[in-house]
């Protein structure tokens, strides 16, 4: 994002051909298995695999080494690997100087962060952080990829900064086998970013701020835009906490269960003036809606498009008819329109895409009839001539420079929000695990013969510790709230780390422990670092 | 990678036989103790912890000798050490007869019922054993195996409980008339071989713990033997013995040439390969030696399983430097400084005696770095087989050796390109290396002058059946089969020859009109036969060849490796036509054939027979008709007659 | 953010960012069939023969797998060689003369094809009909041969004079089900559960000869075995051997229709890989999910979500 776009750099192909990958925060074998093909692919060709995580997961065990940090300690973690590299002479001076800016300013901010002393706050042995560093700085490719384990945090975007530093300083971005990539944890995260759907963009990546991009949609739309920015997910919750935000739409999303400091989330949504929900089933969040539209599933009952981790532009179709009065989203939208006075017309897919590509100039080339073609293409795809770009960036490396340079952000270490005390000792973090999906609104549907239900996955250390067997109904009390939840023991784990998903919340709302501390610039609260204790309930208790 | 181990913990006998084998685990997630302020924050995975896989054999049978089988808490325990997947264990498991995978008595007697040791008797022998020890052990049964056994549990009071047997192919102890291996797990195991194994009361004699004095074997020539010269009179266990004999002076001889000597005197030689497939050594060693990529590897394959073949047997046993010796020059000529012997686990005395002379000779500076200071390096590791004939076959062997099933690989690429381990290989079989000894220290000129101008040097032959003096004989290429028969006492009792079997199970028989067939590789291919291993395997008039004939055929489905459909299923239904193909002479019963069924089944068997030769992966699928076709084409098999009554 | 380099889209580089070219593979030219063929070095036989137009019949090969040549059934002959080739593993090399078709290369073909078809249960391999005409396959002679049989080569099932693999289905999970009475032993669902693809390595070969079959560790259940349940071995499986449960209990129950299905690709609903699902619809109803082999993103792979995780839409109510 701070070269200008939005997306992860790379195509997968060349996760294939890379020499070295960095996969930070992120269990891409449960989370990402198909992304996770191409990854393997590229370890059975020989790259080398670092894995950073606190917890030793599936994909961790495939790694040549895992860095098993602190929940929370990315940034000291990232600016040791960064000075490291400095100090060893492995910085690619030839593009920092060439292509980026700030290098003077990043040094100077790592430069605290010795070996030592990140192995003290996050834990990794410093020989592991020296190895990644050098390993990582001396590949002749390298790819850093990361997942939700470096953007649910209260400081995520600097969690970014950190990690694009590294590809900055060692020129592993914007060339084959080398970039940068946030592998999306849904299937159009990006192609929401891609329409617009951040508070501060019109479709394409385009600022709404920018009077000239505003005007050429305003032509087309026939309609006024606000010219300053919204709110994220995260500041919309704020403003109906300060009750300036009082009617919400809600489009497929369940944020009663799915927001961290559930209690909060519901308090809020329940005292709005209006609420509308649009989704395939009556969710949580639906009970608590004044009109509710029952909406086609964009998968397989519906047309359109998404956008996947590699920026590539892909079809959806219906496939079959929606069921009872349930219709795709576009008709209830166009109806919704027509009732608010706009006539729009028919409903048609393909026609709001074209009109899409006539404004965003990435998707210009994208035209239904070559995503056919070429099973989807990557952005950008400027004409109809244009094949996509495989990687972005290139123009970093063209002579003379082609734009501007692209930015170092220092960028420093804050302790999670949520800090860990006599009171909560134990840091529990959460994540998902392969068979399952989000809130389990869909995946509950099919029969996962490796469905457990929901867990406090615990070491075998703290297990002993507290007295607990595997199956034992156990207490969790964070700060904002308590659940039960059977215990799972899990050797993944090391002392004072738990770990919960939230995929059962019939069963276990774990997002009552989970704390809203949010980043300001994402909107993204910090699921993965919650202060709870532990207690082994009563037998009483476990009978009920 | 991420491993889905369940069901089951090793014992602590099966821990320290594998513990014994790799050492300890380094940390709680190579099955060790969880050493939390280490291991909860990093841990080695990839490609550093993929890499000893070619060690799961080898901990295989460090369990089974620990404790008689492996059970499936051991395999675990195996899986998590070398980063190996359960089921891909499981495969290599069950792939080796000699691993069993369910609990089992700890003593176990593996009676060969093979064609030499059936002439005289091993069936009677198998019945009387039956009748003292029960049915014959069936290995490992997926279907048993699902107990997941703990230890001590097999320890029972009486002696059908402490002790069992099971039928083996071949043991490679046809000189003796019968045969058993027997092997005794716990914390000193025993494995050894009763030979012969006069009847059932020495067996179970054997299996209580008696031991049995050596037998003495027949080893004879014609002329000077060159590759048995010592055998017999070297003191096999002493590497000065060796020296008063002549060993390593023909190393010497080799670092004073260099490899490009000494790849030009194997060449001069026409040295071609006694492993059954005679091809020139001199120019495989070349085509590893010209070979870019690294390491190169030197494969001694004795992994000698064909049925009636025991030649690598005794040169291993009487003279294990000279094997020794023959790979360090093969090393050294083709730079490679790593080799393997992968010997037969039914050859307890020759891995025994090979291992010694390696420990031997790295003591003394023989192997090792720096050899004899030429400032080159090269050691050898030996590798036992898990029962399974195919591994004889190189490519399969590799897999054998990189703890994979034992499965051949398509060719080409041949092993000079891409051998064990991807990397180029030179695989050659014992008694092709040991001829290398004399090349390099005569020259490869004056070496050939033995033998015939195509099939240079001496061979070895293994004669056995029915004949006078069964063992191994040294002669020069172009000694007939008469003479060879008459080497070893003739036939006994002035019999008739009925047929020879040449080649062993793979080769064919030729009948009495082939009796003085010259015994060179074009003598053997002009008319129609195959040396292979040296196989002279003799049925006197009286013998029954149908009975050979479906243990030859039993042998083969039995040792095929399932991978390709020709042979897989092919095998299978070769021993199910066999008794279809003997049409009665007279018009019987109405339960036998009939002569139209004969002849119908006759040429669905000839198709049959083609599709394997043509369209089988390897040299099992391509041969494992041969002996039966010649059979039939001998009328040693009663011939249908065309057109039906 | 810097909203500075935010504010104004980044210029378009100067040329496409594309995979650096790799140096150009030699070609070979050979003859194949009495015509000249040009192929790229490292190209197979099969290779070959699919850009000449020539048809060659597998049965374990897959574009996406690494060729194990295990079924024999794609063998040709090569002028000068001893024995036949597998095409579909067999690279071509310089002056190679090869034969296709041959009463030698027929003849194999065909002894395969009984013999498979002898053995194994092949009624829910439809590609192997007009396979087994072509070669005028007869499978029940086998069984005429030694004696007793009495099958005949319309019979879809071996006879059970002569050996087979016939076995009870094994049914141990809710999303698939194994009937090896079906399995060629083609080595597929192993190799995609393995390294070719999945790399979980729940299945592997077991056992030797004609006793060699496909098995988790100790022959477990799947539930007690390293499965992920992803798929991807049905999706190989030639014979039906390996079926999603959902299209067997249709099968059972004499419902399964696949004249009467439609085939739709979309992109699946889960996480942000993207991956091409081929939505399988009968009667309305989601029945099957695959995703197409020439798939850049999936190769024709999925995981447990995209394959089976399709319930939710076919819930009523």
Known sequence: MVFGMGGGTSSYQEIEETDCILLWGSNARETHPIFFHHLLKGLKRGARMFAIDPRRTSSAEWADVWAGLDVGTDIPLANAVGREIIAAGLVNHDFVTHATEGFDAYRASVEPWTLERAASVTGVPAAVIRQMAHEYATAKRAMLCWTLGITEHHHAVDNVLALINLALLTGHVGRWGSGINPLRGQNNVQGGGDMGALPDRLPGFQHVENDEVRQKFERVWGATIPPKRGWHLSGMFDAMERGELRAVYVIGENPIQSEADQHRAARLMGGLDFLIVQDLFITDTAELADVVFPAAAGAFESDGTVTSSERRVQRCRRTIDPPGEAREDLAIIFDLARALGHDWGQPDAEAVWNELRSLSPVHAGMSYARLDEHRGLRWPCYDESHPGEAFLHARLWERPIKGPRAPFHPVDHTEPADALSDEYPIRLTTGRRLAEYNTGVQTGAYASPTRRGETLDLSPEDAKHYGIDAGDLVRVVSRRGEVMAPAFIDPALRPGLAFMTFHFPEQVQTNQLTIDATDPRSGTAEFKATAIRIEKAPAAAATT | ?645 | ?317
């Open chain 2, 1 to 645: 990678m991420d491993l889905h181990i369940t069901g089951g913990e090793p014992t602590e006998d099966e821990r320290a036989a594998v513990d014994a084998l790799l050492g300890p685990p380094e940390s709680g997630w190579e099955g060790g103790a969880r050493n939390i302020a280490q291991d909860g924050r990093t841990a080695a995975g990839g490609h550093s912890v993929t890499g000893e896989r070619h060690l799961l054999l080898p901990a295989f049978h460090a369990v089974q000798d620990r404790v008689g089988s492996v059970s499936r808490g051991a395999m675990n325990y195996i899986c998590r050490r070398l980063s190996v997947p359960p089921a891909e264990a499981w495969g290599v498991l069950t792939f080796y007869h000699l691993l069993a995978t369910a609990p089992r008595p700890a003593a176990v007697a593996h009676v060969c019922d093979d064609i030499a040791c059936r002439l005289h008797g091993a069936e009677q022998l198998c019945r009387d054993l039956e009748a003292r020890l029960g049915p014959p052990l069936t290995g490992g049964s997926p279907a048993a195996a699902h107990d997941t056994h703990g230890g001590g549990a097999r320890a029972g009071s009486s002696a059908s409980a402490s002790m069992g047997w099971q039928r083996s192919p071949c043991l490679g102890q046809c000189d003796a008339g019968s045969a058993a291996l027997i092997t005794r797990a716990g914390a000193m195991p025993e494995r050894f071989v009763l030979a012969p194994a006069a009847d059932a009361s020495a067996i179970v004699e054997a299996l209580a713990g008696a031991t049995a004095p050596p037998a003495s074997r027949t080893v004879g020539a014609i002329g000077t033997p060159r590759l048995l010269a010592r055998a017999g009179k070297v003191n096999p266990a002493s590497l000065d013995s060796y020296r008063e004999y002549g060993g390593y002076r023909a190393l010497a001889r080799a670092i004073e040439i260099g490899a490009e000597g000494v790849i030009a005197e194997v060449t001069a030689s026409k040295l071609l390969g006694r492993g059954g497939a005679a091809f020139p050594t001199g120019r495989k060693w070349d085509a590893v030696r010209r070979q870019p990529a690294t390491p190169h590897y030197v494969v001694c394959n004795a992994d000698e399983s064909e049925p009636g073949t025991f030649k690598d047997r005794v040169l291993m046993e009487q003279d294990p430097f000279a094997v020794v010796e023959a790979m360090t020059i093969c090393g050294l000529a083709t730079g490679a400084a790593q080799g393997f012997i992968y010997i037969r686990g039914e050859y307890p005395l020759a891995e025994a005696r090979i291992g010694s002379a390696i420990a031997e000779a790295r003591e003394a500076g023989l192997l090792g770095a720096d050899i004899m200071g030429s400032g080159q390096t090269f050691d050898v590791e030996i590798r036992r087989g898990g029962g399974a004939y195919i591994c004889g076959e190189e490519t399969a062997l590799f897999n054998s050796i990189e703890g994979k099933r034992g499965e051949p690989r398509s060719k080409p690429p041949f092993p000079a390109e891409v051998g064990v381990f991807g990397k180029p290989t030179v695989a050659n079989n014992v008694e092709t290396l040991v001829n290398v000894l004399d090349i390099v220290l005569e020259g490869g000129e004056a070496w050939a002058r033995t033998g015939t101008t195509a099939s240079t040097g001496t061979r070895l032959f293994c004669l056995s059946g029915h004949i006078a003096r069964p063992g191994l004989y040294e002669v020069p290429f172009g000694a007939t089969l008469r003479e060879m028969i008459e080497l070893a006492g003739g036939v006994p009792g002035g019999r008739g020859v009925k047929a020879v079997l040449l080649g062993g199970a793979a080769g064919g028989f030729v009948g009495p009109e082939h009796l003085d067939l010259s015994l060179t590789f074009e003598g053997a291919r002009a008319a129609g036969a195959t040396l292979g291993s040296g196989v002279i395997m003799v049925y006197d008039e009286t013998a029954d060849l149908g009975d050979s004939l479906h243990r030859i055929a039993e042998f083969f489905r039995h040792e095929s490796c399932g991978q390709c459909v020709p042979c897989r299923v092919g095998t299978q239904r070769q021993l199910e036509l066999l008794p279809a193909l003997s049409a009665p002479s007279a018009p019987s019963a109405s339960s036998a054939p009939s002569a139209s069924s004969a002849a119908s089944a006759a040429s669905v068997f000839g198709e049959l027979s083609v599709a394997m030769k043509d369209a089988s992966i390897c040299g099992l699928g391509q041969t494992a008709s041969g002996a039966i076709e010649s059979a039939l084409n001998l009328g040693l098999i009663e011939r249908p007659v065309k057109g039906g009554e």
């Open chain 3, 1 to 317: 953010m810097n909203d500075a380099i935010w504010f104004r889209l980044p210029p378009a580089p100067s040329s496409v960012p594309h995979r650096p070219p790799t140096a150009e593979a030699p070609s070979v030219s050979a003859t194949i069939d009495g015509r000249a063929v040009e192929a790229p070095a490292g190209a197979t036989i099969l290779d070959a023969c699919r850009d000449a137009g020539i048809d060659v019949p597998t049965l374990c090969y897959l574009e996406t797998l690494t060729p194990v040549n295990a079924c024999r059934v794609c063998v040709v002959e090569v002028e000068g060689a001893r024995v036949l080739a597998p095409a579909c593993s067999r690279k071509l090399e310089p002056g190679m003369v090869i034969r296709t078709r041959s009463p030698r290369v027929d003849l194999s073909r065909k002894l395969v094809l009984e013999l498979l078809a002898s053995s194994v249960d092949l009624s829910t391999a439809p590609t192997l009909v007009p396979m087994m005409r072509e070669y005028q396959a007869d499978p029940g002679r086998f069984a005429k041969a030694v004696g007793s049989g009495l099958s005949s080569a319309s019979s879809a099932a071996p006879s059970v004079s002569v050996a087979s693999v016939l076995q009870p289905a094994k049914v141990d999970n809710d999303l698939y089900m194994r009937d090896y009475s079906k399995c060629v032993l083609c080595y597929k669902c192993v190799e995609a559960c393995g390294t070719d693809a999945q790399h979980t390595f729940a299945i592997a070969a077991a056992g030797r000869g004609f006793d060699a079959h496909i098995s988790t560790e100790f022959d477990v259940v799947l539930p007690e075995s390293a499965c992920v349940y992803c798929g991807n071995c049905i999706a190989v499986c030639p014979t039906g051997a390996l079926m999603a449960k959902h299209e067997y209990d249709l099968r059972q129950a004499g419902e399964w229709k696949p004249e009467a299905q439609s085939v739709t690709d979309t992109t699946c609903p889960y996480c942000g890989v993207g991956c091409t699902l081929t939505v399988h619809v009968q009667d309305q109803r989601i029945v099957k999910v695959t995703s197409p082999l020439e798939s850049e993103v999936t190769h024709g792979n999925l995981c447990v979500k995209g394959r089976f995780g399709f319930e939710y839409v076919n819930k009523t109510g």
